[in-house]
């Protein structure tokens, strides 16, 4: 299940701050994305897969019409 997380993201890399999520609150503690593995669009959502500093991956998605964004820990067969 997803859910609704803080992002902390690079807006120099782009013409905004959800171009590149630097950091994200998750279960009590602030996980640095070490690597974006993959971005995409869909109509009205910015995806990202990402590994943080442990190894483990997650997916980012920045909702653009509420600016909410949210996060998933992926397994690590996803590619």
């Known amino acids: 299940m997803d859910r609704d997380v803080n992002i902390r993201g690079d807006a120099s890399s782009g013409y905004s701050a959800c171009d590149h999520p630097k950091s994200f609150f998750w279960e009590e503690e602030t996980l640095t994305v070490r690597e974006i593995i993959r971005e995409w669009r869909e109509p009205g959502a910015k995806h990202y ?19 909410r964004w949210s996060a998933l820990e992926a397994s690590t067969t996803l590619k």
């Open 49 to 67: 897969l990402v590994t943080i500093l442990d190894g483990r991956r997650f997916k980012l998605v920045f909702y653009e019409t509420t600016g």
